[in-house]
């Protein structure tokens, strides 16, 4: 029987498996996929490579990487029924709903896809594919416009932009959303990530995994707090208001959205690299507001806390520049992140032993049943 001391609560420091797709080192700060660290894929790759690398555990060839691009490009559109359906649902929805309720469906409609086993590479490509066309179609839906066609030409970051904002994005913006979509992809066993490989451990099909997965990246603690971290600045608006607003929060024990990490030490590598593509956008655009005002916030949550941003503090300011709406910053960060959840799916298949902890009872025994007419 476990002891109290034994009780790792929220599972912290538990190793529950091997994996050779992430490695964190939270004490230095680094962050690598399958043998590469992660500023050298955002400097220099695509999405669609590190996808790639991710299921595959090297780098592509050429003409490995243009057969999956064009494969991507293929699988970007929605069935007709899966539209329907999507229409059918409430205008007012979350995107993180309609994401979730629309990969549970799409299973229905592609049975062949969610077998488990190494076969599941079809789905992994299918989903990583056709996420943006759902949030498309949805966002473009709940403001009264008909569904834009895919456009196979262009690449899963442009394509992306396409899909929500009905624009090609400029060669800047086509580049930060690339990188976006590569510091999301994957990230060891957080939460999401973990509940995928749980659901796939008992054998269960890729859609459900990367269903499971998108119901857990939807709260604030994960994937939410990008949303969280922009309605902190709209709520801050200017520069000299951070210190009474941040310590103010701090001192009624409120989190500050986009700190803290439960394994970076230090800063988070990703922050990192999105500040600098934070500002580089905002000198872009002539607005440097949510960098100033970021700025002032890391500042502040630092010296009152010592904690470091991590990688949501900054996605939401480009998004916000791009004119990406909040609430599809996180079904964003999903869109990339399936490429991760996926990889994790399918090395789990091929390892498996069913997950399954344990817990220390806390509760009462032996207590006598009382038959219900006898109950006070
Ligand atoms: N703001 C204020 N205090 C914080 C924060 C924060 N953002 N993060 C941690 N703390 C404090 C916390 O109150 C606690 O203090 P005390 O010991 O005095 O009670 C201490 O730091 C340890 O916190 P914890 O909750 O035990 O740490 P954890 O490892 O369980 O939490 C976390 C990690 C990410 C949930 C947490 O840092 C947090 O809530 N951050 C805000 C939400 C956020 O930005 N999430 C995105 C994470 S990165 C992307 C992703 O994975 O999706």
Same mark, same amino acid.
């Given at each position: %029987? ?40 955002? $400097? ?16 592509? &060839? ?30 007012? #929805? ?25 076969? /599941? ?34 690449? #899963? ?42 659901? $796939? ?32 600045? #709209?709520?801050?608006? /200017? ?17 500050? %959205? ?22 580089? %956008? ?34 939401? &300011? ?17 869109? &990339?992140?399936? $490429? ?37």
């Amino acid at each position: %029987m476990p002891e109290a001391s034994d009780v790792q609560r929220g599972l912290e420091d538990v190793v529950a498996l091997e994996s050779r797709i992430c490695f964190i080192d939270g004490r230095q700060g680094r962050l690598i996929y399958q043998g590469y660290d992660i500023r050298d894929l955002a $400097a220099r790759s695509t999405f669609e490579e590190v996808a790639y690398l991710l299921w595959y555990g090297r780098l592509p &060839s050429a003409q490995q990487l243009a057969d999956l691009k064009s494969r991507l490009s293929e699988l970007r559109a929605l069935p007709d029924p899966l539209a329907r359906q999507i229409d059918a649902l409430p205008a007012d #929805a979350t995107p993180m709903d309609i994401l979730r309720t629309a990969v549970s469906a799409l299973a229905l409609l592609e049975p062949e896809e969610t077998k488990p086993g190494a076969s /599941s590479i079809g789905g992994a490509q299918r989903l990583t594919a056709v996420l943006p066309t759902i949030l498309g179609h949805f966002h473009r839906r709940r403001a009264g416009k008909p569904a834009l066609r895919p456009r196979p030409e262009l690449s #899963a970051a442009a394509y992306l932009v396409y899909a929500l904002l009905d624009r090609e994005p400029t060669e800047l913006e086509a580049k930060v959303v690339d990188v976006c979509l590569i510091l999301h992809a994957d990230h060891e066993l957080n939460a999401s990530t973990f509940a995928a490989r749980v659901t $796939a451990s008992t054998l269960s099909d890729l859609y459900s995994a990367v269903t499971s997965a998108i119901g857990t990246l939807k709260g604030p603690l994960h994937g939410g707090a990008n949303e969280r971290v922009m309605e902190l600045l #709209a709520e801050i608006q /200017s520069v000299d208001r951070v210190e009474e607003v941040v310590k103010g929060k701090l001192a009624r024990h409120e989190r500050i %959205m986009g700190f803290g990490h439960r394994v970076y030490k230090v800063e988070d590598p990703r922050a990192t690299i999105l500040r600098e593509w934070s500002r580089r %956008m905002g000198e872009e655009e002539g607005n440097l507001h949510y960098y100033e005002l970021l700025r002032k916030v890391e500042e502040v949550v630092h010296r009152e806390k010592g904690l470091y941003p991590n990688v949501d503090l900054y996605s939401g &300011s480009v998004y916000s520049l791009l004119g990406i709406p909040p609430d599809l910053f996180t079904p964003i960060f999903a869109a &990339s992140r399936v $490429a991760g959840w996926t990889a994790h799916v399918l090395e789990e298949y091929q390892d498996l032993r069913l997950i399954r902890p344990t817990a220390k009872y806390v509760g009462a025994i032996d207590l006598t049943y009382v038959p219900v007419g006898q109950r006070s």
